[in-house]
T-cell receptor, first 114, second 112 residues
């Protein structure tokens, strides 16, 4: 069966510090991978998605970047965090099938920038 | 630009009631529509996926319908239970993309 892991679960970082959040998927090959951010009281905002190794699409201009060094690994990074980067970061994967493309989410990382 | 709206934003009902959550979207050119559940501080759990060619999907006490032409989907929960308390999110995948656009959710509380 497929599983998705995210770490760390919680992170408190000072403004201006770097960031690296990691997401890995097990039990599937060549998934589409996604990074979302959920700010307090707001919906999910798609930040990045990837359809293959090294292929990254950015949805909104921001202080963050993403990389996909391996098929089932997706990394979210920042060189210098801003207060506005605080939020709940969710990674998701999907694989197109004849039955549609269900998205499956990881447990999330709660980031607080102080 | 696709926009997804969910009404109501919050709902509180007594246990045992049947209820309907609404989702509307502005562009009918969609590939999929998916309903999710999110418990506080947790990730999202997929409940039902409806392909654009389908009208409804059922899983246990849940039934989701899709009317693409009117840009609407409903999630019907039968015989609600306190364990159903969570935020329910709908998301649409625009045709020709790999993306999902999410609504802001309906926060449901089922009272024992």
């Amino acid at each position: 069966s497929q599983t998705i892991h995210q770490w760390p679960a919680t992170l408190v970082q000072p403004v201006g510090s770097p960031l690296s959040l990691e997401c890995t998927v097990e039990g599937t090959s060549n998934p589409n991978l996604y990074w979302y951010r959920q700010a307090a009281g707001r919906g999910l905002q798609l930040l990045f998605y990837s359809v293959g190794i090294g292929q990254i699409s950015s949805e909104v201009p921001q202080n963050l970047s993403a990389s996909r060094p391996q098929d089932r690994q997706f990394i979210l990074s920042s060189k210098k965090l801003l207060l506005s980067d605080s939020g709940f970061y969710l990674c998701a994967w999907s694989v197109p099938t004849s039955g549609g493309e269900t998205q499956y989410f990881g447990p999330g990382t709660r980031l607080l920038v102080l | 630009k696709q926009e997804v709206t969910q009404i109501p934003a919050a709902l509180s009902v007594p246990e045992g009631e049947n209820l309907v959550l609404n989702c509307s979207f502005t562009d009918s050119a969609i590939y999929n529509l998916q309903w999710f559940r999110q418990d506080p501080g947790k990730g999202l759990t997929s409940l039902l996926l409806i392909q654009s060619s389908q009208r409804e999907q059922t899983s246990g006490r849940l039934n989701a319908s899709l009317d693409k032409s009117s840009g609407r989907s409903t999630l019907y929960i039968a015989a609600s239970q306190p364990g159903d308390s969570a935020t329910y999110l709908c998301a649409v995948s625009p045709s020709g993309t790999y993306k999902y656009i999410f609504g802001t959710g309906t926060r449901l509380k089922v009272l024992a």
